[in-house]
């Protein structure tokens, strides 16, 4: 078969499971998540850490699922 190597000792290796559901893909991503970081630290009322979280969904890949419960939420 083309393409396919029957050799023994040939593994496909997979990449290691992401430890975050965040995706850091540049330097200004790395940067919003050290101050999300920072921020959340101190966050004290309800308020705040609910931006905080709504704030980290917005690096995840499914972004809009969050928001559109943050928005659902404020319209109540």
């Given at each position: ?7 023994p ?7 290691p499971?992401?430890?975050t559901p965040?995706?850091l ?6 940067r919003i998540?050290?101050?999300?970081a ?17 704030l ?18 404020l319209l109540?």
């Amino acid at each position: 078969m083309r393409g396919c190597d029957s050799r023994p000792g040939l593994n496909m290796k997979f990449p290691p499971k992401p430890k975050t559901p965040y995706l850091l893909y540049n330097a200004q991503d790395k940067r919003i998540f050290r101050k999300l970081a920072t921020l959340s630290k101190t966050a004290t009322s309800p308020d705040e850490k609910r931006l905080v979280r709504f704030l980290y969904s917005q690096l995840e890949s499914d972004w809009r699922t969050p928001l559109e419960s943050f928005i659902n939420k404020l319209l109540k």
